[in-house]
T-cell receptor, first 110, second 115 residues
Framework: EDQVTQSPEALRLQEGESSSLNCSYT??????LFWYRQDPGKGPEFLFT???AGEEKEKERLKATLTKKESFLHITAPKPEDSATYLC???????????FGAGTRLTVKP | DAGVIQSPRHEVTEMGQEVTLRCKPI?????LFWYRQTMMRGLELLIY????????DSGMPEDRFSAKMPNASFSTLKIQPSEPRDSAVYFC?????????????FGPGTRLTVT
């Protein structure tokens, strides 16, 4: 069965303290790995799609990378406004629906 | 661009009552998804439509749940009768499906409380 596992469940950082979030997956024939950000009381907001191992995408202080078994979301010099839950997701086979991980709840303290 | 619109934003109802959640997808998108999110189970796909046709409803918990998409700009998720364990945040998302993969855009969600 296709699985998406995110770690850690929660992460507390000081402002400016860089770190990484992990998303590991078991799915045959990866057809994209998606990162979303979710703020409290809101729906997930699309951040990145990665399609192949070695690919990288960047947006402000966030950089997503992909290997054959996992993806990392690197956060460089985070600010309090980066506090949110970060979700990753992969399309499943054969239905091509989206399987989400449980998320990492990031808190950045000033 | 208005984004995905959901209504109501909050719904409080008593056990046994019928609940109808509504969604307007982004204009031009051809796929629509209904999700449920709880602390215990995270984000779960309930059902999705492609070109208004239900493709996969294996995530619908039981017969009390039903979903319709009568046209490209409107969908409903109905729970009848509702139970306390249905309390959750229900999200609608839409996407423009091209090829084998797609990005989903989520609405603000409906927070359902069944007492």
């Amino acid at each position: 069965e296709d699985q998406v596992t995110q770690s850690p469940e929660a992460l507390r950082l000081q402002e400016g303290e860089s770190s990484s979030l992990n998303c590991s997956y078991t799915v045959s024939g990866l057809r994209g790995l998606f990162w979303y950000r979710q703020d409290p009381g809101k729906g997930p907001e699309f951040l990145f799609t990665l399609y192949s191992a070695g690919e990288e995408k960047e947006k402000e202080r966030l950089k997503a990378t992909l290997t054959k078994k996992e993806s990392f979301l690197h956060i460089t010099a985070p600010k309090p406004e980066d506090s949110a839950t970060y979700l990753c997701a992969v399309p499943t086979i054969p239905n091509n629906d989206m399987r989400f991980g449980a998320g990492t709840r990031l808190t950045v303290k000033p | 661009d208005a984004g995905v619109i959901q209504s109501p934003r909050h719904e409080v109802t008593e056990m046994g009552q019928e609940v109808t959640l509504r969604c307007k997808p982004i204009s031009g998108h051809n796929s629509l998804f209904w999700y449920r999110q709880t602390m215990m189970r995270g984000l779960e796909l309930l059902i999705y439509f492609n070109n208004n046709v239900p493709i996969d409803d294996s995530g619908m918990p039981e017969d009390r749940f039903s979903a319709k998409m009568p046209n490209a700009s409107f969908s409903t998720l109905k729970i009848q009768p509702s139970e306390p364990r249905d309390s959750a945040v229900y999200f609608c998302a839409s996407s423009l499906r091209t090829g084998q993969t797609y990005e989903q855009y989520f609405g603000p969600g409906t927070r359902l409380t069944v007492t």
